[in-house]
């Protein structure tokens, strides 16, 4: 199996939470993101290539460091996540031609992914084949409406559409090109960090050795204290404006 992870430029990345981080702190999150996904991917042992795909310098690097490949974006002349991805399948299937290839896209904000989710996701995938071999796996997000990870077949191209409710449209266009489809759930898979929310909801999880970059930088930095006192205090301000409310309807009574 490849795997393909498309890395938007760094600096851009990550823009939904610029309302509580700054740019390089945006920056320093999704690198260290991408760093506790790929500590899993790059060693698991059923990925014969893991490709990265990113003009970012960054990433460049990344791949060094962590021995896998890098495919510039800019070579395929296309723009957005949904033409990067066709693309780089596309690219996937003219070099294997002619063997079975199964390609899982892989997002680079997914700090908790871990080997026993990829291990659930990879068996899942091979019982879905069991029945015909080509099919389509689609690990959403915990609001069941995102495409976190992606299990395809290059051989029987989808028109992606990533972006909002991608899982069902995905579902929808596996159906629409008659290949068997499956949605899976993942605790870990499913947490993708997109606002602050999500950054809270890892912040106080047990530390358990995963996601270990994102949370070193989370606390090194005093992100973590901040995003936690912001959120106090805007818990501490609800209170007060709910009992000011409550407080106005006793007195009206
Ligand atoms: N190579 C490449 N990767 C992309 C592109 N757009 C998004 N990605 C990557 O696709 C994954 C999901 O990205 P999104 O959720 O769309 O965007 P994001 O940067 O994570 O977050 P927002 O900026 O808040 O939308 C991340 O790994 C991104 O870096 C793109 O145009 N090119
Ligand atoms: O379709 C999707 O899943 C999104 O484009 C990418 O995921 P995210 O925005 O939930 O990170």
Redesign the pocket.
């Known amino acids: 199996m490849w795997a393909l992870l498309p890395l938007k430029d760094f600096v851009q990345a990550k823009q939904r939470l610029s309302g509580s981080l700054t740019v390089s702190e945006r920056r320093g999150l999704f690198h260290a993101m991408v760093e506790d996904v790929l500590t899993v991917m790059s060693v698991h042992p059923d990925f014969e290539r893991v490709v990265l795909v990113s003009d970012d310098p960054a990433a460049q690097l990344l791949a060094e460091h962590y021995r896998v490949e890098c495919w510039s974006e800019r070579s395929f002349a296309v723009r957005g ?1 949904s033409a990067v991805v066709t693309a780089a399948l596309a690219k996937i299937q003219s070099i294997a031609v002619g063997e079975q290839n199964t390609v899982m896209v892989v ?1 680079g ?1 997914l700090p908790l992914l871990c080997n026993s989710e990829l291990d659930t996701v990879i068996r899942q995938h091979q019982q879905l084949l069991a029945a015909g071999n080509s099919g389509l796996s689609i690990v959403t ?1 915990r609001h069941q ?4 990870i992606l299990v395809c077949d290059p051989a029987r191209p989808l028109n992606l ?4 409710d ?2 069902a449209l995905h579902r929808e266009e596996a159906r629409r090109i008659g290949i068997p489809a499956q949605v899976l759930q993942l605790p870990g898979i499913g947490q ?1 960090i ?1 606002t602050r929310e999500d950054l809270l909801r890892l912040l106080a999880l047990p530390r358990t050795g995963v996601a270990t970059h994102t949370l070193t930088f989370l606390h090194d930095t005093g992100i973590a204290q901040r995003l936690n006192t912001m959120n106090t205090e805007a818990n501490v301000d609800a209170l007060i404006a709910h009992t000011e409310s409550a407080l106005s309807e006793w007195n009206t009574l």
Do not use: E, T, V
Not at 145 to 148: A, D, E, H, V
């Open positions: 996540l997002h904000d997000d409406r995102g495409s976190n559409a990533y972006g909002a991608s899982c993708d997109d």
